[in-house]
């Protein structure tokens, strides 16, 4: 590339990374994590769950397939998470600026720079997961030459009120009315809700909806320490009073635990990849999942009237609960996966099928 511009990266143990820039050639800081999926960079840096974090990609070459053209269904941008990038910088090895997709519209540089985001390549990011692997996830700035920024931990913000939808949206004219409360919701839990039969009421992460009509409460995935939304647990917990059925993903299995009286807590480097095996409680059978989260819920904490429904095989941490009597669970995957593997799509018809019991 022509005309290249050094780009700093620093680590808040003092370890410093050096590359060059592509896209925007801004300082941003965040916390630094990094996801070991092969695909599906326009779906990651474009889901909410990662707002406020830099992001490293291990797997070495990225950029051939660019940026996807904006095209709406449903009046959801059909190949994205949601209506923007909420990375505040992007990692990774080896950056192609030359693409090749059937539906690529522009390329991944000129992509981020549109929206101000910045880019490094060059960087040994084997080195630096290793790194993070090693002292846990840590805050990072990212400083082109003649660029100084602070050193900035998003989690302690409410970063669910800043991607959280702030209006009442509807979607579909379905059978089963679906409560989906935003905190950060990925577009493809929408279109898999819409594909069986659902009218979708898509309201604020604090929004009391206690006195709306609906068939089935829908949680979604989010950003942060779910500790911050205090208001959004106080209204699961009181929905946990009612039996209409709840389905919870992701920073929703959190909130859920935290509305139950359990705890959760900070992982190490989190789970962020398209290949982490689970398997569900009670059985042998084992499921291939995408994952984006750094918070987990305590096992050890749940209350006598729930029990997990998923637990990683690699660690052992929850993957997801479920209420013993009541129509209620969650999942600390995604399910929803795009791009990643859809081995547990099926949870979708498990709740619209409590909802459909619940009408009887």
């Not at 051939?64 to 053209?69: D, E, R």
């Not at 789970?271 to 059978?285: C, M």
Request: glycine share 10%.
């Amino acid at each position: 590339m022509k005309n290249r511009i050094r780009i700093k990266l620093t680590l808040e143990d003092g370890t410093i990374f050096h590359g060059w820039s592509f896209g925007a050639p801004v300082a941003a800081a965040g916390e630094v994590v990094f996801n070991t999926a092969m695909t599906g960079y326009p779906e990651s840096l474009t889901d909410p769950s990662y707002k406020g974090q830099i992001l490293c990609l291990t797997y070495p070459l990225v950029g051939n397939y660019g940026a996807p053209a904006l095209s709406e269904e449903n009046n959801l941008y059909s190949f994205y998470e949601s209506s923007s990038i909420h990375i505040s910088g992007l990692i990774v090895s080896d950056y192609s600026s030359d693409y090749s997709h059937w539906n690529a519209n522009e390329s991944l540089g000129d992509w981020l720079g549109r929206n101000n985001i910045p880019g490094v390549y060059g960087i040994d990011t084997r080195a630096l997961t290793k790194r993070i692997r090693e002292k846990g996830v840590m805050l990072g700035k990212l400083e082109p030459e003649g660029a100084v920024t602070d050193f900035y931990d998003p989690n302690k913000t409410n970063l669910v009120a800043g991607v959280s939808t702030r209006e009442i949206k509807r979607y579909g004219s379905g059978k089963y009315r679906i409560m989906l409360v935003d905190c950060g919701v990925k577009y493809n839990i929408i279109r898999n809700l819409l594909k069986r039969d659902t009218t979708i009421i898509r309201v604020p992460w604090d929004y009391n909806y206690s006195k709306e009509e609906y068939d089935g409460l829908f949680l979604t995935n989010g950003p942060g320490d779910p500790k911050m939304c205090s208001t959004t647990i106080e209204h699961i917990a009181c929905s946990f009073s009612g039996t209409k059925p709840i389905f919870g993903i992701c920073l929703g299995n959190q909130l859920m635990a935290l509305a139950s009286g359990a705890d959760t807590y900070k992982l190490k480097y989190g789970h962020r990849s398209h290949n982490q095996p689970v398997i569900r409680a009670g059985t042998e059978k084992a499921y291939i999942t995408s994952q984006n989260h750094g918070y987990a819920v305590d096992n050890e904490t749940l209350p006598a009237d729930w029990e997990p429904l998923f637990i990683n095989l690699n660690d052992n941490t929850n993957e997801g609960m479920r209420h013993r009597t009541k129509p209620f669970f969650s999942t600390q995957f995604h399910p929803e996966a795009s791009g990643g593997p859809t081995d547990t799509d099926f949870l979708f018809d498990e709740f619209i099928e409590n909802i459909r019991l619940s009408m009887q």
